[in-house]
């Protein structure tokens, strides 16, 4: 069964404070997996997109990285606006094109 | 980046009614759309996929005929909540898929249901 393990599921950080949130999955023939940003009453943001072990990407102060069980968005000298729900997600084993969800890890940066 | 509408973005009703959200593609054409239910401080999770001139295919425990969904052409779903009551009351998002197989999913900006 396809699962997603999000940790910790909330992470408080003070401006500057660099941390890392971890994304573990069991997931048959994965084929990439998604990092999306969620604001509280808004649709999840799209971050970024890694298909294979070893890749990495960045945007400004996030890094993603992917091995074969799990993936690490790395926030360096995160600030306030950094503050939202991370949400990861690898597409189903079925391929059918749907995504399996984390819970979630809940980012609250104080300045 | 590709964008998808989902209209309306809140909605108050009264417990028995109908209520239909739309979720439009809007710079690109989606054979797939999911629909998706979040609890607060809940993920994602998914009720449906709608696949255009085709039946939706429901996930397990989702009553299609409560929660029905319509995908009439490449750029439009719409899910229609009947005989709505106040445990029907969540966030629902839909999403996106473009029709050239890329796995990536664009995401509406949501709607908050309240049924009273």
């Known amino acids: 069964e396809d699962q997603v393990t999000q940790s910790p599921e909330a992470l408080r950080l003070q401006e500057g404070e660099s941390s890392s949130l971890n994304c573990s999955y069991t997931v048959s023939g994965l084929r990439g997996l998604f990092w999306y940003r969620q604001d509280p009453g808004k649709g999840p943001e799209f971050l970024f997109t890694?298909?294979?072990a070893g890749e990495e990407k960045e945007k400004e102060r996030l890094k993603a990285t992917l091995t074969k069980k799990e993936s690490f968005l790395h926030i360096t000298a995160p600030k306030p606006e950094d503050s939202a729900t991370y949400l990861c997600a690898p597409p189903a084993s079925s391929n059918t094109g749907k995504l399996i969800f984390g819970q979630g890890t809940t980012l609250q940066v104080k300045p | 980046g590709a964008v998808v509408s989902q209209h309306p973005s809140r909605v108050i009703c009264k417990s028995g009614t109908s209520v239909k959200i739309e979720c439009r593609s809007l710079?690109?054409?989606?054979?797939?759309m999911f629909w998706y239910r979040q609890f607060p401080k809940q993920s994602l999770m998914l009720m449906a996929t709608?696949?255009?001139?085709?039946?939706?295919?429901?996930e397990q425990g989702v009553e299609k005929d409560k929660f029905l969904i319509n995908h009439a052409s490449l750029t439009l779903s719409t899910l229609t909540v009947t005989s709505a009551h106040p445990e029907d009351s969540s966030f629902y998002i839909c999403?996106?898929?473009?029709?050239?197989?890329?796995?990536?999913?664009?995401f509406g900006s949501g709607t908050q249901l309240s049924v009273l």
């Open positions: 999403s996106a898929r473009d029709y050239r197989g890329n796995e990536k999913l664009f």
């Open positions: 710079d690109f054409q989606a054979t797939t």
């Open positions: 709608s696949n255009e001139g085709s039946k939706a295919t429901y």
């Open positions: 890694l298909y294979s």
